[in-house]
């Protein structure tokens, strides 16, 4: 056989440690299902999955109960449901005004969420690992922590490389080559794997796989607070770049005549539609932060008319940017995350019709528009899907090395 057509095996090994993680990966995505159900999505052989399930109730991470009859004849088939305080990941965000930090299992449950404001200073990275691992300190403690934690998920509002969690600029944090995952190592003081990335890209995969964007294979992620990210999927698959940078979108240039933007920079997107350009056209002072966003949102919602002519000046910036993208990017479906949320239903027409007036009529055709669905735990729970990756890849060297068992003694 011509070497460029040899055939390439796989051990039974290999095999089973695909067929465990395409199990788990339905049962972590879409929640309980029967074993029948599990046969019909994987395409595995019912024996099969019999077989693999006995694995996992071994461990202790699915349990079966008995279906109810469905009224046609022949036995129900089990159903298989996630032990979701068996094994969990602590997921951490950390942006310019809040950080949080939550206990999620196995499954996507949020099992303990704690969300501290903070004040919109520049704070060293020092102390803000130092006020992660407290708020870590205290969810791992308290009963709802699982009997197995396994790795760690951090989002961050900025420009972070992902093989090292190296922040190469967080303008609105005050941070330029921040070692923040070293730092968070060194604080946080446990054996288990960090992983770190953008809070926009987190948004977009959490909202991907468990909100507004659910079986959509190509679509854009805006969220705006006091800076704006963008997370991107393409075929499924996020769009990430060479080194973990794509995706900022905030600091594309829109405006030449505009304001100073914290990166340096003049006239970002982020001046144009970001919280402070929010608050300074509706006669507030810059910096107000989440809570005067939403007192801007109640004043146009009664009818104040400043308030209603800052929220479409944001939402007229907001669809020029958009356009842009859509030519760029092709996306069928664009979720508003953070304060372009709250917003969302005063923008809608005004981004539409920029939408129609900049976007090429081709890339714009398939394009909707819609809220996100994961409000402001977005990036928090995007984190907690980074951290569960390894596991749910290969859940096999968990069940092999007992790891799943330990890993609490680590953490």
Same mark, same amino acid.
């Given at each position: ?14 095999? %089973?440690? &695909? ?5 788990? %990966? ?6 309980? &299902? ?10 595995? #052989?019912?024996?099969?999955?019999? *077989? ?30 996630? @032990? ?12 310019? =005004? ?13 099992? =303990?969420?704690?969300?501290? =404001? ?9 102390? #803000?690992? $130092?006020? /992660? ?14 009997? &197995? ?27 330029? =080559? ?7 190592? @060194? &604080? ?53 770049? $060479? ?7 905030? *600091? ?19 001046? @144009? ?18 809570? @005067? ?20 000046? /944001? ?26 949320? %709250? ?20 890339? %714009? ?47």
């Amino acid at each position: 056989m011509p070497v460029g057509l040899r055939a390439i095996g796989q051990r039974s090994e290999t095999v %089973r440690r &695909a067929n465990l993680s395409a199990i788990l %990966r339905e049962l972590h995505a879409d929640g309980p &299902a029967s074993r029948s159900a599990l046969v019909a999505r994987t395409g595995l #052989t019912r024996s099969a999955i019999g *077989h693999l399930i006995g694995e996992f109730v071994a461990a202790g991470l699915v349990s079966e109960e008995r279906a109810a009859p469905l009224g046609t004849p022949g036995r129900p088939s089990p159903l298989v449901r996630l @032990e979701s305080n068996r094994v969990g990941v602590i997921a951490v965000e950390i942006e310019v =005004d809040t950080l949080a930090v939550a206990i999620v299992g196995l499954g996507g449950e949020v099992l =303990d969420l704690l969300r501290v =404001d903070r004040e919109r200073t520049d704070i060293p990275v020092e102390d #803000t690992a $130092a006020t /992660v691992a407290e708020l870590v300190s205290t969810v791992v403690r308290r009963p709802a922590a699982p009997d &197995a934690i396994i790795g760690v998920g951090v989002a961050v509002a900025g420009v972070v490389r992902r093989t090292d969690g190296f922040v190469s600029m967080a303008p609105n944090l005050g941070w330029r =080559d921040v070692p923040l995952g070293q730092r968070l190592v @060194e &604080a946080l003081g446990l054996s288990l794997p960090i992983t770190i990335a953008n809070e926009a890209d987190l948004g977009a995969l959490a909202e991907h796989r468990r909100g507004a964007a659910i079986g959509v294979s190509d679509l854009l992620y805006i969220s705006g607070e006091v800076g704006v990210g963008g997370g991107i999927i393409t075929g499924g698959n996020q769009l990430t770049g $060479a080194a973990g940078y794509a995706g900022e979108v905030g *600091h594309m240039p829109v405006n030449p005549q505009g304001i100073a933007c914290h990166c340096g920079s003049v006239g970002c997107w982020e001046t @144009e539609v970001g919280l402070d350009a929010l608050l300074v056209r509706a006669g507030r002072q810059a910096g107000g932060g989440r809570s @005067e966003a939403e007192a801007v949102v109640r004043e146009a919602a009664a009818g104040g008319p400043l308030a209603l002519q800052a929220i479409e000046e /944001v939402g007229r910036w907001l669809g020029f940017g958009l356009a842009g993208l859509v030519n760029i990017f092709n996306p069928s479906l664009i979720v508003l995350g953070g304060s372009f949320t %709250r917003i969302y239903p005063f923008v809608n027409e005004v981004v539409e019709h920029q939408l129609e007036h900049f976007a090429l009529p081709a890339p %714009r055709l398939p394009v909707r528009v819609v809220p996100a669905t994961l409000g402001a735990d977005a990036s928090l729970i995007g984190a907690a899907e980074l951290a569960f990756e390894p596991f749910l890849a290969d859940p096999a060297h968990w069940l092999r090395s007992g790891a799943a068992s330990s890993a609490l003694a680590s953490a």
